[in-house]
T-cell receptor, first 113, second 110 residues
Framework: EADIYQTPRYLVIGTGKKITLECSQT?????MYWYQQDPGMELHLIHY???????EKGDLSSESTVSRIRTEHFPLTLESARPSHTSQYLC????????????FGPGTRLTVT | GQQVMQIPQYQHVQEGEDFTTYCNSS?????IQWYKQRPGGHPVFLIQ?????EVKKQKRLTFQFGEAKKNSSLHITATQTTDVGTYFC??????????FGQGTILTVHP
């Protein structure tokens, strides 16, 4: 089982609040990713990082921002949550060498009321 | 940009029947990966295919990568109730990014 953690697992929050979704991995992986997934739907890449101080926007436009100050930590922030942000957010990582396998965290299910 | 299409979107089978899902990319892929996501869970890696025409087997699961490296398939022989979930293909670039297909939701009736 991969060592990648996400907190909180569930979050219900009101419109306009600032939130940070945490993602940490203890595998020393350089590459990390954030995906957004609505129930029963495909995974959309919203942010990725190839290492410390490297962040890029993904294929799906998102109002969220990310940072990568430490290898193991890749938090995602929404400055002002809206109901349209209600979704599941999945964090993943891979070592970036020899294998492209992505290890997924358990996800954060976000509901904005 | 790169697009990955996956069909069918849903598949209902009786336990013991076979199941196949197909994945097609608009561009040539560096690799293709398959993931399984159980209801309420997160995607779990099944396999990665890298070579043109590659075929890999895992017990009742057979994975194929097309000669042109633009399509792939996952075939499950004699489905079981434990096979229930959504199967995603992910088309990979050499930089490690994946573009996922829409997924196939498999339901197995006992």
């Amino acid at each position: 089982e991969a060592d990648i953690y996400q907190t909180p697992r569930y979050l219900v929050i009101g419109t306009g609040k600032k939130i940070t979704l945490e993602c940490s991995q203890t595998m020393g992986h350089d590459k990390m990713y954030w995906y957004q997934q609505d129930p029963g739907m495909e995974l959309h890449l919203i942010h990725y990082s190839y290492g410390v101080n490297s962040t890029e926007k993904g294929d799906l436009s998102s109002e969220s921002t990310v940072s990568r100050i430490r290898t193991e930590h890749f938090p995602l922030t929404l400055e002002s949550a809206r109901p349209s942000h209600t979704s599941q957010y999945l964090c993943a990582s891979n070592p970036g060498y020899s294998s492209y396998e992505q290890y997924f965290g358990p996800g954060t299910r976000l509901t904005v009321t | 940009g790169q697009q990955v299409m996956q069909i069918p979107q849903y598949q209902h089978v009786q336990e013991g029947e076979d199941f196949t899902t197909y994945c097609n990319s608009s561009t040539t892929l560096s690799n293709i990966q398959w993931y399984k996501q159980r209801p309420g869970g997160h995607p779990v890696f099944l396999i990665q295919l890298v070579k043109s025409g590659e075929v890999k087997k895992q017990k009742r699961l057979t994975f194929q990568f097309g000669e042109a490296k633009k399509n792939s398939s996952l075939h499950i022989t004699a489905t079981q109730t434990t096979d229930v979930g959504t199967y995603f293909c992910g088309g990979g670039t050499s930089y490690g990014k994946l573009t996922f297909g829409q997924g196939t939701i498999l339901t197995v009736h006992p």
